[in-house]
């Protein structure tokens, strides 16, 4: 069974950084594709970056590009999200995600709803940014 224990998060003024981290247990395959999704109040759930665990590709929302870098550990079991000049627009309830199959780049194609197709979620972590 996989598993996703993430942490992180917090509250942090305007401009301000976190990090968040997800620990992924239980893959029987040595290719899987992880990141995170966020969800504001009265929002979609969107993706916000995407890293394959095989060759450490990577893909990340237009809204986050040049502030928030994935990451992974030389064992490939946390993956880690650093979260840099972060803006109130991006607080939220953050959900660490997995899937063997859902390529990264379907989570930023395929359109609102395209979350129900992963298979792996962790519980929320929520990020809050100030103004």
């Known amino acids: 069974e996989v598993q996703l224990q993430a942490s992180g998060g917090g509250l942090v003024q305007n401009g301000g950084s976190l990090r968040l981290s997800c620990a992924a247990s239980?893959?029987?395959?040595?290719?899987?594709?992880i990141g995170w999704y966020r969800q504001a109040p009265m929002k979609e759930r969107e993706g916000v970056s995407c890293?394959?665990?095989?060759?450490?590709?990577?893909k990340y929302a237009d809204s986050v590009k040049g502030r928030f870098t994935i990451s992974t550990d030389n064992a490939k079991k946390t993956v880690t999200l650093e979260m840099n000049n972060l803006k109130p627009e991006d607080t939220g309830l953050y959900f660490c995600?997995?899937?063997?199959?859902?390529?990264?780049?379907?989570?930023?194609?395929?359109?609102?709803?395209?979350?129900?197709?992963?298979?792996?979620w962790g519980k929320g972590t929520q990020v809050t940014v100030s103004s």
């Open positions: 995600a997995a899937d063997a199959v859902s390529r990264c780049d379907m989570w930023f194609t395929y359109g609102i709803g395209y979350y129900y197709n992963i298979n792996s």
């Open positions: 239980g893959f029987s395959v040595d290719d899987y594709y």
């Open positions: 890293l394959r665990i095989s060759d450490g590709s990577t």
